[in-house]
Nanobody
Framework: VQLQASGGGLVQAGGSLKLSCAAPGRTSSNNGMGWFRQAPGKERDFVAGISWNGGSTGYADSVKGRFTISRDNAKNTVYLQMTSLNPEDTAVYYC?????????????????WGQGTLVTVSS
């Protein structure tokens, strides 16, 4: 299963970016989706998750109030709107399809992963 993440890039502190992740319909429309990130030398951490119908969302404390996850099942796409970015948000961002209908904050809760998109925030 191929997940295609896009939208990463270089942005100044305080700026915004919107990430997108396109997933095959059969593998995502009935499943929760999540975004994780991995900074150099660090573990991959949960950022945000969304249930299969968008009715439930969750965020890491570090991004609450700044990031918004959403999905469009008609387009088989999940988004991550990121605002008020700071250098600590610099990482490779990965999207993933959860094993069930709801998202998980754990890596093991996901079945398929995208290739990642790099977000760099300059100070």
């Amino acid at each position: 299963v191929q997940l295609q993440a896009s939208g990463g890039g270089l942005v100044q502190a305080g700026g915004s970016l919107k990430l997108s992740c396109a997933a095959p319909g059969r593998t995502s429309s009935n499943n929760g989706m999540g975004w994780f990130r991995q900074a150099p030398g660090k573990e991959r951490d949960f950022v945000a998750g969304i249930s299969w119908n968008g009715g439930s969302t969750g965020y890491a404390d570090s991004v609450k109030g700044r990031f918004t996850i959403s999905r469009d099942n008609a387009k088989n796409t999940v988004y991550l709107q990121m605002t008020s970015l700071n250098p600590e948000d610099t990482a490779v961002y990965y999207c993933a399809v959860a094993a069930g209908s709801y998202y998980s904050t754990r890596l093991s809760g996901y079945r398929y992963w995208g290739q990642g998109t790099l977000v760099t925030v300059s100070s």
